[in-house]
């Protein structure tokens, strides 16, 4: 069987997820060696940072490719809640 139409297929998610797995540990390496080796470290922590969300952000738009729907009784009945879970 395969995907569905609207549905992302395997190799989009496993990109994506493999996208935030790159994301992610080259923040941690990256983020410690410029608080190491920089005088100016937190104006370049913090482009970093910003391009790490950014890729992260784009990752997340890969996966959810063809998976955004607008149902507007969840949206009122969640709206309508209070912030309250209800089953």
């Not at 060696?33 to 952000?57: E, G, R």
């Amino acid at each position: 069987m395969g995907a569905e139409v609207g549905e992302p297929s395997s190799f989009l998610s496993l990109t994506a997820a493999f996208s935030y797995g790159i994301a992610s540990m080259a923040m941690v390496f990256v983020n410690k060696a410029v608080i190491m080796q920089y005088a100016h470290s937190m104006t370049l922590l913090t482009l970093q940072v910003t391009l790490s969300v950014v890729c992260t952000a784009a990752g997340v738009l890969i996966a959810a490719l063809g998976d955004f729907s607008f149902d507007l009784y969840g949206y009122d009945d969640v709206s309508g809640s209070g912030g309250e879970i209800r089953g």
